[in-house]
C-alpha cells in the first residue's frame, strides 16, 4: 500500500450521495479531513454529521453548484488557499437523457460545465500548491464509456473521455513531482444518475450493476497500487495494459511530414 497522507484534507465533490458519499466515507475511515461539495446542504450536514462521529475526522461542507462559475470560484479559492487540502477527489457529475437531438442544449452545456470544466478548474486551482510541496492527489471519477462510447448516445461518455485523457496529460506533467494522479472507469454503479437521467438500472442484467461501496473500495485499492487508471470490474488487468500498449504503439505514426500512401491520388503526375 503507498503511504496515505492521512493528515491531509481531501476535498470531494458529488459528496452529497453515490459515489462521492462512498468516497468520503472511505477517506474518513483512512483518517482524512474532509471537505464535502455538492448543492444539497442538507444532505452534506447529514453525512458531515455522521462522518466526523464515527471516524473523529474534521469535515466541512461546501455547498455549491459546480456549473454556476461564481459558486466554483469559492471552491477553487478554498483549493487554492487552504494549506490542508492534499487531495481532490473530482466526482461530480451527471448525464442528460436521450441523444443530442432531443436533448435540451443548455443542459447539453451545464453538463459539460459539470463533468469537463469544473474538474479541470478544481485540479487547476490545486496543482501548484501540490507541485510547490512535492505531495497530493487528484483522482479523477470518468466512466467506462470513455472507452466505449458507442455503448450510449449524446454528449456523456465525451465528458468522461475528456477526464479520462486529461488525467494522461496530468500525469505526464506530475511525473516524478509528487503527485499521484488517477482516473476511475466505473462501469454501471447503483446510484441515482441513472434515475436522474430517467433511465430504470433495473433494465440491465443483474451481472452488469456494481454496488456503490464496493466500486470505491476497488477504486481505492487500484488508487493504492499507485494506478494511473482503474477499471473496476475489469478481471484481467493484462487487458487493459494490451489497449495502453496499441495505443502508445501509434506514437511514432501520429505526426509525419508526409501524408500515408493511402491518401494519395494513385494517378501519376505525368498521366
Ligand atoms: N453511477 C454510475 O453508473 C456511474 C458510472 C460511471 C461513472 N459515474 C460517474 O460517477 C460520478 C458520481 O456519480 P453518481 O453515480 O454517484 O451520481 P449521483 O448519485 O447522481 O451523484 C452525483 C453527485 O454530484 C452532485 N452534483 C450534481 N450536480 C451538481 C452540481 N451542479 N454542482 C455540484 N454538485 C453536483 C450531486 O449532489 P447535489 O445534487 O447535492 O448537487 C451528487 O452528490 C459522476 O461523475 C458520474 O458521471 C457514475
Redo the contacts with the bound molecule.
Keep these: 500500500m503507498l503511504p496515505v497522507d492521512t493528515l491531509d484534507t481531501a476535498l470531494v465533490?458529488?459528496?452529497?450521495?453515490?459515489?462521492?458519499?462512498a468516497y468520503a466515507d472511505r477517506l474518513a475511515a483512512r483518517g482524512h479531513p474532509l471537505v464535502l461539495?455538492?448543492?444539497?446542504r442538507e444532505?452534506?450536514d447529514t453525512l458531515a454529521a455522521r462522518l466526523s462521529r464515527e471516524h473523529r475526522v474534521k469535515v466541512d461542507v461546501l455547498p455549491?453548484?459546480?456549473?454556476s462559475s461564481a459558486q466554483r470560484a469559492e471552491v477553487e479559492r478554498r483549493l487554492r488557499e487552504d494549506e490542508a487540502i492534499g487531495t481532490l477527489v473530482n466526482?461530480?457529475?451527471?448525464?442528460v437523457a436521450g441523444g443530442l437531438a432531443e436533448a435540451r442544449l443548455d443542459d447539453v452545456e451545464?453538463m459539460i460545465g459539470?463533468?469537463v470544466v469544473?474538474p479541470t478548474r478544481l485540479t487547476g486551482a490545486l496543482l501548484p500548491r501540490l507541485l510547490a510541496r512535492g505531495r497530493g492527489s487528484i483522482i479523477n471519477?470518468?466512466?467506462?464509456?470513455a472507452i466505449a462510447p458507442e455503448l450510449s448516445v449524446g454528449a456523456?461518455a465525451a465528458t468522461?473521455s475528456y477526464l479520462l485523457t486529461y488525467t494522461l496529460s496530468l500525469h505526464k506533467e506530475v511525473n516524478g513531482r509528487g503527485v499521484q494522479v488517477q482516473a476511475v472507469?466505473?462501469?454501471?454503479?447503483?446510484?441515482?444518475?441513472?434515475e436522474?437521467a430517467g433511465k430504470d438500472?433495473d433494465s440491465f442484467p443483474e451481472h452488469m450493476i456494481m454496488e456503490?461501496d464496493e466500486m470505491v473500495d476497488a477504486a481505492l485499492a487500484g488508487y493504492d497500487m499507485g494506478e494511473l487508471v482503474t477499471v473496476p470490474s475489469l478481471p484481467d488487468g493484462e487487458e487493459w495494459n494490451g489497449y495502453d500498449e496499441a495505443r502508445r504503439r501509434l506514437f511514432p505514426e501520429l505526426s509525419r511530414s508526409q501524408a500515408a500512401d493511402r491518401y494519395k491520388s494513385d494517378i501519376p503526375e505525368d498521366a
Design positions: 465533490t458529488g459528496a452529497s450521495t453515490g459515489i462521492g458519499a461539495v455538492a448543492r444539497n444532505a452534506l455549491a453548484d459546480l456549473t466526482n461530480a457529475g451527471a448525464s451545464a459539470l463533468n469544473a471519477i470518468a466512466s467506462a464509456l456523456y468522461k472507469l466505473p462501469g454501471i454503479t447503483r446510484t441515482a444518475i441513472w436522474h438500472i456503490v
